[in-house]
T-cell receptor, first 114, second 115 residues
């Protein structure tokens, strides 16, 4: 089984709809991240969390919210989706206690907002 | 400010050619890590390598090699004898001790290897 899973893998939604992307991990890591990928821009950080009670905004948090329901679960919500939120979304985890800041990525969620 | 620049947007080579992907980074932190990730057409991100700022030794892994030069703030990636399966988007990324583990990605380089 994959260490970091994302659901759904693909989603098409309409402008104005609320949508939630979910991320679960079995690595036991404290740190979790949400990134979005747009062509030509690489990956950009939306939100990150160091534990259940510690959530921080990233580079592009406007229009998004998150919830850390448990150490293993980190959800990303689009309260009112708009077309320019069409992108590939990645969840990642890392071990804050480790020496190295390696991040482990989920398989991605391809979101299309029409 | 921290930044990663991959100036090459797209590279196209013929199979068996060698190809180098450039990565230039900016940071004022003295402790940092550099990464390369591969994103094949299927979309997932595949970790390739991690280097820390105190280790400037070049690394070779099969057909892949990495050249880390602090003097020029570069961490370039070379694929020797490229193969069609190397076709992918490649990302260089930076993580610093002052950045609490967040990854800063370059824009990515799309590599197309033609048969």
């Amino acid at each position: 089984d994959a260490d970091v899973t994302q659901t759904p893998r693909n989603r098409i939604t309409k402008t104005g709809k609320r949508i939630m992307l979910e991320c679960s991990q079995t690595k036991g890591h404290d740190r979790m991240y949400w990134y979005r990928q747009d062509p030509g821009l690489g990956l950009r950080l939306i939100y990150y969390s160091f534990d259940v009670k510690d959530i921080n905004k990233g580079e592009i948090s406007d229009g998004y919210s998150v919830s850390r329901q448990a150490q293993a679960k980190f959800s990303l919500s689009l309260e009112s989706a708009i077309p320019n939120q069409t992108a590939l979304y990645f969840c990642a985890t890392s071990d804050g206690q480790g020496v190295l800041y390696e991040q482990y990525f989920g398989p991605g969620t391809r979101l299309t907002v029409t | 400010a921290q930044k990663v620049t991959q100036a090459q947007t797209e590279i196209s080579v013929v199979e068996k050619e060698d190809v180098t992907l450039d990565c230039v980074y900016e940071t004022r932190d003295t402790t940092y890590y550099l990464f390369w990730y591969k994103q094949p057409p299927s979309g997932e991100l595949v970790f390739l390598i991690r280097r820390n700022s105190f280790d400037e030794q070049n690394e070779i892994s099969g057909r892949y090699s990495w050249n880390f030069q602090k003097s020029t703030s570069s961490f370039n990636f070379t694929i020797t004898a490229s193969q069609v399966v190397d076709s992918a988007v490649y990302f260089c990324a930076l993580s610093t001790s002052g950045n609490t583990g967040k990854l800063i990605f370059g824009q990515g380089t799309t590599l197309q290897v033609k048969p």
